[in-house]
């Protein structure tokens, strides 16, 4: 039986192929462009207006939002986010890279896959309110101790940056695992073995050949943890106190109470530009390396046609 012939679609001009490519991006661009650009454009004209008298912003251009920030809570609020931004990634990418490793290594991936991404199952407020019946006042973690003698009243584990951090760990660690096992998923575990018969020690077959070469994986990881994290409202919210006031809190602030929006706009802008320069060094990192000179030319040789 004679194969089928492919038929190429082809445009009415003779040997052109026609490009169906526009028509199929066009739906993902357009969805972009009104979700996604418009709004960021009507947040940076925002930044650039005048305050309404009762909320809102005036059509005459001002700079005033911007000199507001340069005040000394907006510096502190900033640190502060910070901070917590960067311990919430470091201790999310602890965790997640030898969970990432044990499944990777395990039989049972795909029900390994399935805890991981069981919390997602459940509304991100409840779990935030689960966090909070565990460490309350009157929550089971003060309960069980008291039971255990080990301490005499309840102690305070909310309403500071620890119970931030700890709840944001939670929260996204989740997106720490996921590229870190999809990355050592795909590393050769031969090389580790190689380099133990070359006389490595265990841990420095780690450092020196598993993690150079899943530098992608801790870098995507890093970037979801660290932006969701910066822009973090609803967390620091219900489990922080002024110590943990975040940027994200500062920004919904401005817009309900105060309603300066061109103040608001201009913090949210703060916060693009710091996650915009995230995406760009993981971009930077992520590059491809430079290709290897041809050693026939390098060293003056030409070669054979």
Not at 244 to 272: C, D, H, K, Q
Not at 285 to 301: I, N, W, Y
Request: charge should be positive.
């Amino acid at each position: 039986m004679a194969p089928m012939a492919v038929r190429s679609h082809r445009s009415k001009g003779p040997g052109r192929v026609r490009n169906y490519g526009p028509a199929y991006a066009g739906p993902a661009g357009i969805w972009l462009t009104v979700f996604f650009v418009a709004p960021l454009l009507v947040i940076v004209a925002y930044s650039f207006l005048e305050k309404g008298l009762y909320g809102g912003v005036e059509p005459r251009f001002s700079l005033e939002a911007y000199r507001s920030l340069a005040n000394s809570v907006f510096l502190r609020v900033s640190l502060n986010t910070l901070g917590i931004s960067m311990v919430t990634t470091l201790l999310a990418i602890l965790i997640a890279l030898p969970c990432g490793y044990y499944m990777a290594r395990s039989n049972h991936k795909t029900f390994l896959l399935m805890l991981v991404i069981i919390p997602f199952w459940t509304n991100f407020l409840i779990r935030i309110y689960a966090w909070i019946a565990i460490l309350g006042n009157n929550g089971f973690l003060n309960a069980l101790l008291l039971r255990a003698g080990w301490i005499a009243s309840p102690v305070q584990f909310l309403y500071n940056q620890v119970a931030v951090t700890v709840v944001l760990v939670y929260t996204y660690l989740p997106y720490a695992i996921l590229p870190l096992y999809s990355t050592i998923e795909k590393f050769d575990f031969s090389l580790l073995e190689a380099a133990r018969d070359l006389g490595c020690t265990r841990r420095g077959a780690i450092f020196r050949v598993l993690l150079p070469n899943i530098r992608a994986g801790i870098i995507t990881a890093v970037l979801f943890v660290f932006i969701p994290t910066f822009g973090a409202y609803a967390v620091p919210l219900l489990v922080g106190g002024k110590e943990s006031y975040m940027l994200g809190n500062f920004v919904a602030e401005e817009l309900t109470r105060t309603r300066n929006w061109p103040l608001a706009s201009a913090i949210s802008m703060v916060i693009t530009l710091v996650t915009t320069l995230g995406l760009w060094l993981m971009f930077k990192l992520q590059g491809k390396a430079p290709q290897a000179k041809d050693p026939g030319r390098t060293t003056g040789e030409r070669r054979a046609p």
